[in-house]
């Protein structure tokens, strides 16, 4: 049977007493629980680490011997853990077996820092990043790393600027050197280069992906797919790239096409970043494949439904019907209509364009009014889903309001209890900009010049 966790040492001290595992070993008259052999080296890593009382009382009249796990063993042994530490990105967990073996297991969680301790925030950070030079000076600030084809070739192998001196050639090396990098303490979220493919092709595609960055740290990202499918993909790579279907307009097999695609992964043990959600009607078939992680996009939702809302106010103050063949074109091009739409009736142009901010909860004072309406409609059903270990990641954001306004609805009263089950993710320079402030510059000023004067 599995013990109740350690609680961290905060419990501990309000407690004001504490102990530890190795409370419970022999005393000078031989009462008490022996060490397994010849496991002591890795049993002596958590021997000293602080325990509830709770937890102690619990164990010290069952158990006999101590001992870890085979992944515990795994663990310490993959990642060449310094001696006397358990890594982070893992909680330490007491299996009780028969005839009293008390076994300690290590639980990949990424809310923990090394030897069992909660990270310093319920609250997780992550980074959109294949660029192993600005991973590394925000490597031990984030939990998980997330690349995308795009990210990878686009923004790092294929920029002179980034791929300095044109070093890394291959994703598998970029990879690596990002594993490398980040240690044991961060999930990995890779995603397939064709999701389209032949099921098995992405199986093993995702089974190399294993091998190099290990069981514990890859997630692998399904993307909703939509009508999109093997034979039409093309449509979106020639000529014009608009796709002849509307987005609601598919076969069921290919709409839902993703949600298998990560129930096949999750039979073979990966963990699924489920991405490409958008609109809070997504979130609970989402659920449905079980993912990790799933995300909220912010940024082009938010503009476009700025972009539409204009429009819409355009027309009532000027009663032209311009801007509403505006708005169509708008929806052609940003495909919420498909190209055979242009000549769709005008008044039914106003009309989708009021359902969708009507939807979304543009308007001032309403939930949508700062672009977070998902979010929290997210939160919302995650609290109530019956998967404990799924976080959301908050993703797609740009400006001076968007990291703000995360930050500020995060401590609304509503969701106090979900702080632990949020990721915020940003490119790691837009990250940055928010650890300063116009007075950082100016106290640097007075102390620098302080300090000039007292050489």
């Not at 925000?138 to 997330?146: A, E, G, R, W, Y």
């Not at 309403?366 to 976080?391: I, K, S, W, Y």
């Not at 968007?402 to 632990?420: K, R």
């Given at each position: 049977m599995k013990v109740t966790p350690n609680q961290g040492r905060e419990q501990l001290l309000d407690e004001g007493v504490r102990t530890s595992l190795g409370a419970l070993l022999s005393d000078t008259k031989g009462e008490g629980a022996t060490l397994v052999t010849p496991e002591e080296k890795y049993v002596k890593r958590v021997l000293d680490l602080p325990i509830t009382l709770a937890l102690y009382d619990d164990l010290r009249y069952v158990t006999k011997a101590i001992g870890v796990t085979k992944n515990f063993r795994e663990v310490i042994d993959y990642f060449k853990v310094p001696a006397n530490e358990t890594p982070q990105g893992f909680r330490i967990e007491y299996v009780l077996e028969r005839d009293g073996l008390l076994r300690v297991d290590l639980v990949r969680d990424i809310g923990y820092d090394e030897n069992g301790q909660k990270r310093p925030t319920n609250l997780l950070f992550s980074a959109d990043s294949a660029n192993p030079y600005e991973?590394?000076?925000?490597?031990?600030?984030?939990?998980?790393?997330?690349?995308?084809?795009?990210?990878?070739?686009?923004?790092?192998?294929?920029?002179?600027?980034?791929?300095?001196?044109?070093?890394?050639?291959?994703?598998?090396?970029?990879?690596?050197e990002i594993g490398r990098i980040l240690g044991p303490g961060a999930d990995i979220s890779v995603e397939l280069n064709n999701p389209f493919d032949d099921v098995q092709k992405c199986l093993e595609e995702a089974e190399k992906f294993r091998e190099m960055l290990s069981p514990y740290r890859v997630v692998i990202k399904v993307p909703h797919t939509g009508p999109v499918n093997m034979q039409n993909m093309g449509e979106l790579l020639e000529g014009d790239k608009l796709f002849k279907r509307r987005f609601d307009d598919g076969r069921t097999a290919d709409m839902v096409h993703g949600h298998n695609l990560a129930l096949k992964l999750r039979e073979h043990g990966f963990r699924i970043n489920f991405t490409l959600m958008f609109e809070p009607f997504q979130t609970a078939l989402a659920l449905q494949a079980k993912p990790y992680f799933i995300n909220s996009f912010i940024r082009h939702r938010q503009i476009q439904s700025a972009a539409i809302r204009q429009y819409l106010d355009m027309y009532r103050l000027s009663d032209d019907k311009k801007v509403l063949a505006d708005?169509?074109?708008?929806?052609?091009?940003?495909?919420?209509?498909?190209?055979?739409?242009?000549?769709?009736?005008?008044?039914?142009?106003?009309?989708?364009?009021?359902?969708?901010?009507?939807?979304?909860?543009?308007?001032?004072?309403?939930?949508?009014?700062?672009?977070?309406?998902?979010?929290?409609?997210?939160?919302?059903?995650?609290?109530?889903?019956?998967?404990?270990?799924?976080?959301?990641?908050?993703?797609?954001?740009?400006?001076?309001?968007?990291?703000?306004?995360?930050?500020?609805?995060?401590?609304?009263?509503?969701?106090?209890?979900?702080?632990?089950?949020?990721?915020?993710?940003?490119?790691?320079e837009y990250l940055a900009r928010f650890t300063s402030t116009n007075q950082v510059v100016s106290y640097q000023r007075r102390f620098l010049n302080a300090a000039k004067g007292a050489v």
């Open positions: 991973v590394g000076a925000i490597s031990n600030l984030i939990v998980n790393l997330t690349c995308n084809p795009g990210i990878i070739y686009d923004l790092f192998i294929n920029n002179p600027k980034a791929n300095v001196g044109a070093k890394f050639k291959t994703r598998d090396e970029v990879m690596g708005l169509r074109k708008f929806f052609v091009e940003k495909d919420y209509l498909p190209p055979s739409a242009a000549d769709m009736d005008l008044f039914d142009v106003k009309k989708m364009g009021e359902r969708i901010v009507t939807y979304r909860q543009v308007e001032e004072g309403l939930e949508g009014d700062d672009g977070l309406d998902a979010v929290r409609h997210n939160l919302r059903v995650l609290r109530n889903c019956n998967l404990p270990d799924t976080r959301l990641i908050i993703c797609s954001m740009e400006g001076e309001t968007m990291y703000p306004a995360i930050d500020s609805m995060l401590t609304e009263d509503e969701f106090v209890d979900m702080i632990d089950r949020v990721v915020i993710t940003a490119e790691p």
